[in-house]
């Protein structure tokens, strides 16, 4: 029988980080129809998140209840944020019943490097880092060449992370509507004796009946806001007025249009021969790996202004900034059966 959930008092946030002067510009009048809901639409979404928050919690207090060792997988991106929003509801004031665990690769954003620490510290949180330079060290982990994305080799990582402190259960801020893998990936996903996922071999999810079961050697990827959207992710941040690391708010960037992309210049995506520089103004809608996520144009500075503006878009944030998603239809599925996030 589900027990009621107890869903804590919203919690004062830190202020969030604020976006650069030079673009506080208006929200265009086209995109403004989200800022003038009726009080009937405004009392419609604000019961929708509420229906999302109380399950996230559920989810989050079942992985703490049935396994030994959790962690939570924590980036410093806004997913990752969000979480940490619903575990402060889930857990109280004190400290959380597990540790938040981070896989850099040495190619991480420094501005989501930074925010993270100061995340972590102002929630008195354990903070596990581990890097895929001492996986190279050890010659688990081999690069092509020098400046060969190291993103999908945080799969081998993380799972030497989860067989050095024995974690039986990662929580991870995944959706199904960012990728066709991911959307048809359970809620807990088992991971066998290898860290890899069968996608065949999935176990039924009843209502809110979850199958933890394991084998010696085995562990689980738990998704608790897999049901959101990224409109949802948005909408619960300006409510909750959660801090998020600042280029995720509209700013200016020196970029190079690449394939469809607009490419970030930084030391490990330098300018191929015969591209332009180009200052454009520019927010990121995911953050991962410096060598495969993109900024897109946008003139949002406030969480407020991005719910508008990503409730007109066509395109899944994965699509419209990854490089690491180009490769082939199947990309994501692929790492994510070698033991990927």
Request: proline share 7%.
């Amino acid at each position: 029988m589900d027990m009621p959930i107890a869903i804590q008092p919203r919690l004062n946030s830190e202020t969030a980080v604020p976006a650069p002067a030079s673009v506080t510009a208006p929200v265009p009048q086209h995109l403004r129809g989200d800022l003038q809901q009726s009080p009937h639409q405004a009392s419609q979404q604000g019961l929708h998140l509420s229906d999302l928050e109380e399950e996230a919690i559920f989810i989050m207090r079942e992985v703490a209840g049935a396994f030994e060792r959790p962690a939570l997988l924590f980036s410093g991106g806004k997913d990752s944020c969000v979480m940490l929003r619903l575990a402060e509801k889930a857990f109280g004031a004190g400290r959380f019943p597990f540790p938040l665990l981070m896989i850099d690769t040495g190619h991480n954003f420094p501005e989501v490097v930074e925010f993270r620490d100061q995340r972590a510290a102002q929630l008195q949180a354990d903070l596990i880092v581990r890097s895929v330079e001492d996986s190279m060290r050890r010659g688990t982990v081999r690069l092509a060449h020098p400046l060969e994305s190291r993103n999908a080799h945080q799969s081998v990582t993380l799972l030497e992370a989860i067989e050095e402190f024995g974690f039986d259960a990662l929580m991870g801020g995944a959706r199904r509507d960012e990728e066709k893998a991911r959307a048809k990936e359970r809620i807990f996903s088992h991971r066998d004796g290898f860290g890899q996922w069968q996608p065949k071999s999935q176990r039924p999810e009843l209502w809110s009946l979850f199958n933890t079961r394991l084998l010696p050697g085995e562990h689980f990827r738990v998704f608790p806001i897999s049901n959101w959207t990224e409109l949802d992710v948005w909408r619960y941040i300006a409510q909750e007025e959660i801090p998020l690391p600042g280029l995720y708010y509209a700013h200016q960037r020196e970029v190079v249009p690449r394939k469809g992309l607009l490419v970030p210049v930084t030391p490990v995506t330098p300018v191929v021969q015969g591209e332009q520089v180009e200052v454009r103004t520019v927010r990121f809608r995911t953050v991962g790996d410096m060598t495969c996520t993109c900024p897109v144009e946008s003139r949002a500075a406030t969480a407020q202004q991005i719910v508008v503006e990503t409730a007109a878009v066509t395109v899944s944030e994965r699509g419209a900034t990854r490089m690491d998603d180009q490769t082939s239809e199947a990309s994501m599925e692929k790492r994510k059966k070698e033991g990927y996030f």
